[in-house]
C-alpha cells in the first residue's frame, strides 16, 4: 500500500468510497442525508482538505484522507479494505506529514469511534449538531 496525494481526476473514485464506506458505516443517516452531502463533498469539502489516499499494488484506490489545518476533516475506506490498516496508515501518515491532531465523529458512529481511541485519540468534547446543523451529535477527539 502506499499514500500519495490525489488527483483532481480521482474525485469520482474517491466519491464512490466515500458512499460505499458511508452506507456501511453511518446507518443514523438518511437517505436525504446522504443525497444532500454528495453534491457538497465532490464540489465543495475535496477542494476545502488536503487529500492522500492508499493505492494497493495495483493502483486502485483503497481509501483517503483529508485534513485541514491539524484537523483530520474525512477518512472513508472502501467496505472490502476495512480492517486490513488502511485507515491506520491513512491516519499515521496525516499525523507525521500533516501535523493532525484532532478529528471530529458522529458520536453514533461506533466503529469510528472505536477505531480513533484505538489508535491513541481521546473525546476531549462534544457539540450537539454536526457541521450541517443536523441534531448528529459529533465527539471532539484529540490525540492523546
Known sequence: ???ESVKKSDHGRL???WEASVRATHDFLMEEDIEVLRP???EQYFDAV????ARDESGEIKGFCGVSEGNIEMLFITPEARGTGVGSLLVAQAVEWQGATKVDVNEQND???GFYKRIGFSVVGRSPLDGQGKPYPLLHMELA
Open 50 to 53: 488536503e487529500l492522500t489516499c
Open 15 to 17: 466519491i464512490e468510497i
Open 40 to 42: 457538497l463533498i465532490l
Open 1 to 3: 500500500m502506499r499514500i
Open 111 to 113: 466503529q469510528a469511534l
